[in-house]
């Protein structure tokens, strides 16, 4: 792994972390090995929130067969789509339009999504159910959702082993998170930017943070921009082989602030821009706080719940859950933090 300086915060490059030694058991690598891995990740976690990973494992057919599920998905005509807009789920899956999302900073975005996670039963979930359960899945579309599913089950495998990293890489063990991981709602959006070289100004996604562990992400074309700890946008464009990872806001907690839940966006592109992030996430009841073994100095965070978290960010987020709110259909959870609460955009504002 290699920084462009060794001040962390005035990072002007994202590093690159071999994730070889994961072709096995984390336990099973050479020492040696284990230990180059977990301090590399350590480092870009804590100075950057933001790493690409190399030989990760993921068929890079995998891949490919996505990316052309979501070309044939977003040329669809406009009434496939709405077909299953998001808000006719009763649990957060389907088509979301441009403009449906407002993030912190009141920025329009330009982009188009499809929203799922992993396939289960209509059933009482509880307070859950709100990100658990069925998806929507678009007519009529031979091969997307085998293409879908079989990329999510492949990337989510190696966010189950990166989130053992992890948590070596805080000083525990990997089980003290894993055990949180049994029907995490852990989203995959597949993402459509269209060519906006005429609106300056305009951005694919404003700036955030993630509001789950951390992220998973493919993409074709270049967009995705970081901040730095001086308040700069920090391109970082695809590598090819690499997938994108940045800490959320549940690690920066657990962390007690040691990992950087790093704030990003993507700018309006010149080219149309494919991406496929999956939101690693630890199961609904979840309680997020730091760990003990990190507070020496004192907590620097509350604990939260890792689905109301989500839940309350989600819902400031989008506007067809801003309106049940509003006509009391909904209701945040208590203690809910403001919008992009976490991530430098919001010091620097």
Same mark, same amino acid.
């Given at each position: 792994?290699?920084?462009?300086?060794?001040?962390?915060?005035?990072?002007?490059?994202?590093?690159?972390?071999?994730?070889?030694?994961?072709?096995?058991?984390?336990?099973?690598?050479?020492?040696?090995?284990?230990?180059?891995?977990?301090?590399?990740?350590?480092?870009?976690?804590?100075?950057?929130?933001?790493?690409?990973?190399?030989?990760?494992?993921?068929?890079?057919?995998?891949?490919?067969?996505?990316?052309?599920?979501?070309?044939?998905?977003?040329?669809?005509?406009?009434?496939?789509?709405?077909?299953?807009?998001?808000?006719?789920?009763?649990?957060?899956?389907?088509?979301?339009?441009?403009?449906?999302?407002?993030?912190?900073?009141?920025?329009?975005?330009?982009?188009?999504?499809?929203?799922?996670?992993?396939?289960?039963?209509?059933?009482?979930?509880?307070?859950?159910?709100?990100?658990?359960?069925?998806?929507?899945?678009?007519?009529?579309?031979?091969?997307?959702?085998?293409?879908?599913?079989?990329?999510?089950?492949? =990337?989510?495998? *190696?966010?189950?082993?990166?989130? #053992?990293?992890?948590?070596? $890489?805080?000083? /525990? @063990?990997? &089980?003290?998170? %894993?055990?949180?991981?049994?029907?995490?709602?852990?989203?995959?959006?597949?993402?459509?930017?269209?060519?906006?070289?005429?609106?300056?100004?305009?951005?694919?996604?404003?700036?955030?943070?993630?509001?789950?562990?951390?992220?998973?992400?493919?993409?074709?074309?270049?967009?995705?921009?970081?901040?730095?700890?001086?308040?700069?946008?920090?391109?970082?464009?695809?590598?090819?082989?690499?997938?994108?990872?940045?800490?959320?806001?549940?690690?920066?907690?657990?962390?007690?602030?040691?990992?950087?839940?790093?704030?990003?966006?993507?700018?309006?592109?010149?080219?149309?821009?494919?991406?496929?992030?999956?939101?690693?996430?630890?199961?609904?009841?979840?309680? =997020?706080?730091? *760990?003990?073994?990190?507070?020496? #100095?004192?907590?620097?965070? $509350?604990?939260? /719940? @890792?689905? &109301?978290?989500? %839940?309350?960010?989600?819902?400031?987020?989008?506007?067809?859950?801003?309106?049940?709110?509003?006509?009391?259909?909904?209701?945040?959870?208590?203690?809910?933090?403001?919008?992009?609460?976490?991530?430098?955009?919001?010091?620097?504002?």
């Amino acid at each position: 792994m290699t920084l462009v300086d060794g001040k962390g915060t005035a990072f002007q490059s994202i590093p690159l972390v071999d994730l070889a030694p994961l072709d096995r058991e984390l336990e099973a690598a050479d020492t040696s090995e284990r230990a180059t891995l977990v301090q590399a990740v350590r480092a870009a976690a804590s100075e950057v929130g933001f790493l690409y990973v190399k030989n990760h494992g993921v068929d890079p057919r995998r891949i490919a067969q996505i990316e052309q599920a979501a070309r044939e998905f977003f040329a669809l005509p406009a009434a496939r789509k709405q077909a299953c807009a998001i808000h006719l789920s009763s649990n957060h899956r389907g088509y979301v339009a441009p403009g449906e999302e407002v993030f912190y900073g009141q920025t329009q975005d330009t982009k188009e999504a499809f929203d799922l996670s992993r396939e289960l039963p209509a059933a009482d979930y509880g307070a859950a159910q709100r990100f658990l359960g069925p998806n929507q899945w678009p007519e009529a579309l031979p091969g997307f959702r085998a293409a879908v599913e079989a990329y999510y089950e492949d =990337v989510f495998a *190696l966010g189950r082993r990166l989130l #053992g990293v992890f948590a070596l $890489a805080l000083g /525990v @063990a990997p &089980e003290r998170f %894993l055990r949180h991981v049994h029907a995490p709602p852990s989203q995959l959006r597949l993402l459509h930017y269209p060519a906006r070289p005429q609106l300056p100004g305009a951005s694919g996604i404003g700036a955030h943070t993630d509001y789950e562990c951390f992220t998973l992400l493919h993409a074709t074309q270049p967009g995705l921009e970081v901040m730095n700890g001086h308040g700069q946008w920090v391109k970082a464009p695809p590598l090819p082989g690499a997938f994108v990872v940045n800490i959320g806001d549940l690690l920066e907690v657990w962390s007690n602030g040691q990992f950087l839940s790093t704030s990003h966006r993507v700018a309006a592109v010149s080219e149309q821009r494919y991406a496929f992030p999956l939101f690693f996430n630890v199961d609904y009841a979840t309680l =997020v706080e730091p *760990l003990p073994e990190l507070c020496q #100095g004192g907590a620097r965070y $509350a604990g939260l /719940v @890792a689905g &109301e978290h989500l %839940l309350a960010q989600t819902v400031q987020t989008f506007r067809y859950l801003r309106e049940q709110a509003e006509r009391g259909e909904l209701v945040l959870p208590a203690g809910a933090r403001e919008l992009s609460s976490f991530g430098r955009e919001r010091a620097q504002g």
